[in-house]
């Protein structure tokens, strides 16, 4: 049993070294692991191990989550009683954010559009937030001009995954001329699945077979991406992966 007892000391030990080298943690933490095993899982799970779990990806989800089924106003409650007590155009924008994150879409554009009258009309973030109150409010148009606008404040944007992806809907939407190069532009700036995915259903609307040809590439190489995602990745990406499967059985 005590050499049980010790060997399991040096399994959790081991496994929490493997975290530490992955992470890049100083070196000092093998020495302490592998001299002090018990006492020295110990201690590095509660300072490092355990707030770094509370900082994933994952567990940031979680938490959002738990507080909106708990607690689903509260974020527009917050940011309300905070614009209440200072109407900043910071505590607007932040208002305006949380209104559309909670679905408030119309909401959310009257005080975009109401922070953008002042002196802070050409802020990237007030932009972009506009953008995407106006295109969730279904006014694909005015998320248009809203994009131009910052792209022509902050050029570098135009090639950021959020609003170069955002700025082909856009266009897609409106059937405006551009919309394939702005779709192209945001193939290169994606770090997800969703512009192949909305890339290969607008060509898939096309006339044009050659078209339909390089939107099942483009399914094709998301599902078989998805075999290789990690299992974050492939939540965040679960509706594309869907929309891609239901895409090649077209």
Request: with cysteine; aromatic share 10%; proline share 5%.
């Amino acid at each position: 049993m005590r050499i049980f007892g010790i060997s399991l000391y040096v399994i959790i030990a081991l496994f929490f070294a493997v975290h530490a080298m992955r992470n890049q943690q100083n070196m000092y933490w093998l020495l302490i692991l592998f001299l002090f095993p018990g006492l020295g899982s110990v201690v590095y799970f509660f300072v490092v191990y355990l707030p770094s779990l509370r900082q994933s990806r994952g567990a940031r989800a979680a938490t959002r989550t738990l507080t909106q089924f708990v607690d689903p106003n509260r974020a527009v409650r917050e940011a309300r009683m905070n614009f209440d007590g200072a109407p900043t155009v910071a505590h607007r924008m932040r208002l305006a954010a949380a209104l559309l994150d909670a679905g408030n879409a119309a909401e959310a554009v009257e005080h975009y559009q109401a922070a953008a009258s002042g002196p802070f009309a050409s802020d990237p973030a007030l932009l972009q937030g506009l953008a995407r109150a106006q295109f969730a409010n279904g006014n694909a148009s005015a998320a248009r001009d809203a994009l131009e606008k910052l792209f022509e404040a902050d050029p570098l944007t135009r090639r950021q995954p959020e609003p170069a992806l955002l700025y082909a809907r856009a266009l897609a939407a409106t059937h405006a001329p551009g919309t394939r190069d702005a779709f192209e532009i945001a193939l290169v700036s994606a770090n997800d699945a969703a512009p192949r995915c909305l890339f290969g259903d607008w060509l898939m609307a096309q006339p044009d077979e050659a078209d339909h040809k390089r939107a099942r590439e483009l399914y094709t190489e998301i599902v078989h991406d998805a075999r290789h995602w990690p299992r974050h990745v492939r939540e965040h990406n679960g509706e594309w992966l869907q929309r891609a499967q239901a895409g090649l059985s077209r």
